[in-house]
């Protein structure tokens, strides 16, 4: 019998440098604008992650942390509250994946933006204001700084500091047992979901 999360892998630990991205109830739009999610594919969105506070109306740079060149091999996102929210848009994750973001951590996030991040096996880690903020002003002083964030223990270390953070049951399960993917997940049971499909009454043969 075929292991299920045989191809999945487990995402109990991150690690990597950080990226501070400041300010409240951050929407999905800004996180990626509608105009940019007009693909057939999510390739190349990456380039256009917040891109309408990156940039103003003749393309020219705005200050922002995601332009600046000491942030650009970053892969750990330190975000404030309600992080997030408005359209449930699965593109805003992909963008933030495919700049390089493998891990988020910030005081809270918008519940359907969680989820599409935990379909890409990207956590979302939460702790209080005062933490975030301590952690954001020390990435900020220390952009070559290393972050760790372990899932499984629900800690996050960095500058000698060890703080404890909040993962989600349910994710934090999906992703320490590797069945985060849940389209991998049907692929790998196909015969099973087959089977299945074939003992309902309601379900017709495709043969």
Request: proline share 4%; net charge negative.
């Amino acid at each position: 019998m075929t292991d299920a999360t045989e191809d999945i892998p487990s995402v109990d630990y991150v690690e990597g440098t950080g990226i501070p991205i400041r300010g409240n109830d951050i929407d999905t739009d800004q996180i990626i604008p509608a105009r940019f999610m007009k693909v057939v594919t999510f390739d190349g969105l990456g380039e256009f992650a917040f891109f309408d506070l990156r940039f103003d109306d003749e393309d020219e740079q705005k200050e922002h942390p995601f332009n600046e060149e000491r942030f650009q091999d970053a892969n750990v996102m330190v975000v404030n509250a309600n992080f997030g929210c408005g359209s449930s848009r699965e593109h805003a994750p992909q963008a933030l994946m495919r700049w390089g973001i493998d891990a988020i951590i910030g005081e809270s996030f918008a519940e359907i933006f969680a989820g599409n991040c935990l379909a890409l096996g990207i956590p979302t880690v939460t702790a209080d204001h005062e933490t975030i903020n301590a952690l954001q002003q020390w990435v900020d002083d220390n952009p070559d700084g290393e972050i760790e964030v372990d899932v499984r223990e629900e800690t996050v270390t960095y500058g000698g500091n060890e703080i404890n953070v909040s993962v989600d049951r349910a994710q934090r399960e999906a992703l320490v047992e590797g069945n985060w993917d849940t389209t991998a997940l049907m692929k790998a049971n196909k015969n099973a979901i087959d089977e299945t499909a074939a003992s309902l009454p309601y379900v017709e043969s495709a043969d």
